[in-house]
């Protein structure tokens, strides 16, 4: 009898770039990955357009899914929700907590056999019915991060602030390294249905080597 779950791929266990342990900063090379994106602005606990981009990926990703199963043969779990943040002052993330000053992009990472003809189908399919608000915002992009230091954090997301500030400001300086892209995390419990204080995260920054001045301090 052939087990039909061993044949679905779940990336959480089969990528590096998904494993993390909490209370440990770890360097990973992180591979190009695509993923379906929205982008938005301000407080995720009150801004609609946030709830919006949710509703519009997950239609999208699962008709994806079911088509690679169907058309190709490639079955996988849909990965985790994931988020790109940043803000002018990257204080608001760390001590301020500024959120109405927050820029983000919420993504859904796609397996690499999936392309934009297979997206534009699916996309289309998501809205022909119940049409999410923000389904025409949906778009496939490839993401290159690279080397980054990561960590899980277990917990609120509003606990998150003193870790950043360790990565931001001890970990990465201590190891000749400066910070070269955006905030990423990856929500791998639900946030929607896990209490805050069991909620886990991967916290993700790209990081590049420090200029020879930066670790010297001069």
């Known amino acids: 009898m052939t087990n039909k779950s061993a044949d679905k791929i779940d990336f959480k266990r089969t990528l590096d770039a998904y494993k993390a342990q909490q209370g440990r900063f770890r360097m990973v090379d992180v591979p190009d990955m695509q993923y379906l994106m929205i982008d938005g602005q301000g407080d995720p606990n009150t801004s609609p357009a946030f709830t919006e981009a949710i509703e519009a990926l997950y239609p999208t990703a699962y008709r994806l899914k079911f088509a ?8 996988y779990v849909v990965p985790p929700l994931e988020g790109l943040w940043w803000a002018e002052d990257m204080a608001s993330f760390t001590t301020a907590r500024h959120k109405a000053r927050w820029h983000w992009t919420l ?5 690499d ?6 997206v534009t189908t699916a996309i289309g399919q998501a809205g022909a019915k119940g049409r999410p608000a923000r389904i025409d915002d949906v778009r496939l992009r490839t993401l290159s991060e690279g080397r980054c230091v990561q960590t899980l954090h277990v917990g609120s997301f509003d606990d998150e602030a003193d870790v950043l500030a360790e990565l931001h400001h001890q970990y990465i300086p201590a190891n000749r390294l400066r910070m070269a892209g955006t905030h990423h995390e990856i929500y791998l419990s639900d946030f929607r249905k896990v209490a805050p204080d069991r909620q886990r995260t991967i916290l993700r920054q790209p990081v590049t080597p420090a200029a020879p001045h930066d670790a010297s301090g001069r």
């Open 113 to 118: 056999w999936i392309d934009q003809p297979m």
């Open 107 to 111: 993504m859904l990472m796609v397996p």
């Open 68 to 75: 690679s199963k169907r058309d190709l043969g490639r079955d």
